[in-house]
């Protein structure tokens, strides 16, 4: 029997709930992969604990502060430690590293997956902001180098797996689902008041607090609309959300010809994280399998942007295009942050996120130094309209 080339992985944000898993998915499968990096940007009691677990030629800490920490767990292992924002976009360009899996949390992914493009490294994207802030600047550094782009989330990841063998027919549209969140037919009166905690209790998936309070305000959903105009080069029309509380379907492709493919399985990240690391191929796993007789009844519901507007803001963002989904999502991070440190209210950062993009300076044809500048414009302004 011929045997398997291991494929090399660097995965950043390995700390974290994408990263973790994807660490199970390789730990299942020694034959086929390798780790090759680690990076992490505070938790560097795990990181040092999965260092010395998969032995990767090397690790990066983002906050300089723990280096001395990480290094000294680390040095006897011969695991060559770096530090520093800088040093996570070099890595990445690292001639060993076979695929990169990016699952930072927000903009920070931004600049190491632009580096990894330019050194022909494919990408398994988990970090959806990316294509949001620079989507236009990332597709086409893409096709220059010759580079594939697997998309992680649940969604995009349905949408890739229906286009295999398709991948010549035209889409007519794309029907992204929506759990619908824990707030799910809930008015405004009620979202008044939720807590974090509240937010933070996902009734499908298990992820990180961020996503987690993305999901639950439909912001995550705007998110994946913008994501997936670049991913599958389409047309704003040519996208639609639906609500499916039971997340089993992951979302849907329509053909010109009117039939439709959709992508169906329990809700595990560990399968879209497999795919993207094994593709073309689908290797065994022990997963729990989908009964039917478990889910007697799949419901659909239309999205209530009305009372969830962070999803109505995406789409608006993406019609006008330009800087415009960088300075969202900026905005979006910020709110974010003070809704999980209780400083401002669930529905108080859809009105952050709508002041900025009404203040922020608009750039129809923006550079890399101008989503940049536009993120660091959007922060300033979101934290002033907060205080």
Not at 57 to 82: C, Q, S
Not at 156 to 168: D, K, T, W
Not at 291 to 313: C, G, I, M, S, V
Request: charged share 25%; glycine share 6%.
């Amino acid at each position: 029997m011929e045997e398997i080339k291991k494929k090399h992985i660097a995965i950043l944000g390995s700390t974290g709930s994408i990263g973790t898993q994807a660490l199970e998915v390789i730990q299942a499968n020694p034959d086929r992969f390798q780790v090759e990096v680690l990076t992490a940007q505070n938790n560097c009691d795990l990181l040092i604990e999965q260092a010395i677990a998969f032995k990767p030629n090397a690790v990066v800490i983002g906050n300089e502060n723990h280096y001395d920490k990480v290094f000294d767990a680390l040095d006897r292992l011969d695991i060559k430690v770096y530090a520093g924002e800088n040093a996570l976009s070099s890595v990445v360009q690292m001639d060993s590293i076979d695929l990169v899996l990016t699952a930072l949390v927000g903009y920070a992914g931004l600049k190491p997956t632009i580096k990894a493009i330019e050194s022909g490294k494919p990408i398994a994207l988990a970090n959806k902001e990316t294509m949001v802030v620079a989507g236009e600047l990332v597709t086409a550094l893409a096709e220059q180098h010759g580079v594939n782009i697997y998309p992680v989330d649940s969604e995009h990841s349905a949408i890739f797996q229906c286009l295999v063998g398709e991948f010549h027919n035209p889409i007519e549209k794309i029907i992204l689902t929506a759990s619908g969140g824990p707030f799910r037919g809930k008015d405004t009166n009620f979202l008044k008041t939720v807590t974090k905690e509240q937010a933070l209790k996902h009734p499908n998936w298990d992820m990180g607090a961020k996503i987690t309070i993305d999901s639950a305000s439909l912001m995550n959903k705007g998110l994946e609309v913008i994501e997936a105009k670049w991913l599958f080069n389409l047309k704003q029309e040519q996208i639609e959300v639906i609500v499916h509380p039971q997340s089993i379907i992951h979302s849907i492709v329509q053909f010109e010809d009117g039939s439709m493919k959709a992508q169906m399985g329990l809700p595990d990240m560990k399968l879209p994280i497999q795919f993207a690391m094994t593709y073309p191929e689908r290797i065994k796993t022990d997963f729990p399998r989908f009964d039917f007789l478990n889910y007697p009844a799949l419901t659909f519901e239309q999205a209530d942007t009305k009372t969830f507007r962070n999803l109505a803001l995406a789409f608006e963002a993406l019609k006008q295009g330009g800087n415009m989904s960088c300075i969202l999502n900026a905005a979006n991070e910020v709110a974010v942050e003070k809704f999980l440190k209780d400083e401002i209210s669930f529905l108080g950062m859809s009105d952050v996120v709508e002041a900025c993009m009404q203040k922020v300076s608009f750039v129809k044809r923006p550079t890399y130094e101008d989503y940049v500048f536009t993120d660091e414009e959007t922060r300033k302004i979101a934290f002033e309209h907060i205080i």
